[in-house]
Structure formats: structure tokens, C-alpha cells
């Protein structure tokens, strides 16, 4: 069964460094997304992502966030400068994009540590 | 604003006993709706979902779950859970105004005693 992967599944890194987390979706998927979960928080929505664009993204996404389709296959986020609280388990996921009921699946997450 | 509560952050339950975990949804219309599982270390794993049809829905590892409309719920249940369903339960929702982005619950902690 198709599956969405991520690399690294564990990222250390200082503060005010960039970091770039690797994510390669389903690959007949058409809409990609980045969610974040703060150690014991709930899960959030970070941006979408559809067509080459950026189609929706929250108030966490600042302009030290970026998202890119670099080829046909992977999905990065981009940390420009990693601040403490951007330590967090980094969740890519990828729908299919035939209708608003098909299913966003998930990787196993990027678990990024700010030192 | 939509938003997603899950009441209990914690519950633990004897093995073989059943289980229900609860979800209460804030939103004008009917969402869409998950349930997603997260293992200790490991990745978010849809157990099922509700769109539209019939209210109980039927999911992976033998839970089920009951869209209740007028309670605004979508509580998940197991009648008898295994020692490697401890994990945490998350519920979501998917509505138009959120542009199809998950709005996720807190999560509940589900822990087994042997």
C-alpha cells in the first residue's frame, strides 16, 4: 500500500540555523500539508499546498517558513532561522484531491529539536 | 470558529474491557469527521471517518464510531480493547470554512491495565 514517507525522523539542530524537512507524498496525490504537534499540544495546521502554490496557511506560518515541490516527488518545509519553540514532531500528509471527502494520509512525522 | 473537544486527556481501561472515547464538535453544519490513532513514536493512522450515510461507521482494528447530530458528537468505540491499543486518539474535522484543513481535538490518552 502506498504510503507517505519522511526524512530525517529525527532532526537536532541549533537555534537560528535552517533546517529542511523532507517529505515524498503518495504519488497520485495532488494536495500536500504540513501540520505540527508541540510535545503533549494538540495537532495544527502549518499550510496547503495545491497546484505549485501555496492555497491556505495559518498564523504559525511566517516568513520564516517555506514550502516547496522542488521535483515531481518531494515535499519540503523549510525553517529559515529555528527558534526554541519551533521544537516539535512535524507531520506531512497528501490527499488524493478527488473530492472534499477523500482522505489526507499521513508520514510518520520529522521529530525536530531546537538546542 | 470550529473547534474540536475531546473531554478526557486520559483514560485507562482493564484489557477485554469495552471502551468510549468521547468527541464534541463545534460547527454550524455537519462536518466531515476522523478519528485518527497515534502509537507511541509513530505516525498518525486514520482508524475511520464519516461523511455522510449511515451514522454508526465501522473502522480499522475493530472500532467503530456513532455520529450523533444533535449531540454534535462522534464519540469512538471498542467493545473489548487489546493491550496494543494504548496509544493516543485523536479526533478531527475536515468543514468548507476550513479550506478541507484537519481542526484537531487534544487528544485523549488511552491506557491499558493487564
Known amino acids: 500500500e502506498p504510503e507517505v514517507t519522511q526524512t530525517p525522523s529525527h532532526q537536532v539542530t541549533q537555534m537560528g540555523q535552517e533546517v529542511i524537512l523532507r517529505c515524498v507524498p503518495i504519488s497520485n496525490h495532488l494536495y500536500f500539508y504540513w501540520y505540527r504537534q508541540i510535545l503533549g499540544q494538540k495537532v495544527e495546521f502549518l499550510v496547503s499546498f495545491y497546484n505549485n502554490e501555496i492555497s491556505e496557511k495559518s498564523e504559525i506560518f511566517d516568513d520564516q517558513f517555506s514550502v516547496e515541490r522542488p521535483d515531481g516527488s518531494n515535499f519540503t518545509l523549510k525553517i529559515r532561522s529555528t527558534k526554541l519553540e519551533d521544537s516539535a514532531m512535524y507531520f506531512c500528509a497528501s490527499r488524493r484531491g478527488t473530492g472534499n471527502t477523500d482522505t489526507q494520509y499521513f508520514g510518520p512525522g520529522t521529530r525536530l529539536t531546537v538546542l | ?114
Not at chain 2, 41 to 49: D, P
Request: net charge neutral; charged share 15%; hydrophobic share 35%.
Open chain 2, 1 to 114: 470558529a470550529q473547534s474540536v473537544t475531546q473531554p478526557d486527556i486520559h483514560i485507562t481501561v482493564s484489557e477485554g474491557a469495552s471502551l468510549e472515547l468521547r468527541c464534541n464538535y463545534s460547527y454550524g453544519a455537519t462536518p466531515y469527521l476522523f478519528w485518527y490513532v497515534q502509537s507511541p513514536g509513530q505516525g498518525l493512522q486514520l482508524l475511520l471517518k464519516y461523511f455522510s450515510g449511515d451514522t454508526l461507521v465501522q473502522g480499522i482494528k475493530g472500532f467503530e464510531a456513532e455520529f450523533k447530530r444533535s449531540q454534535s458528537s462522534f464519540n469512538l468505540r471498542k467493545p473489548s480493547v487489546h493491550w496494543s491499543d494504548a496509544a493516543e486518539y485523536f479526533c478531527a474535522v475536515v468543514t468548507m470554512d476550513s479550506n478541507y484543513q484537519l481542526i484537531w481535538g487534544a487528544g485523549t490518552k488511552l491506557i491499558i491495565k493487564p
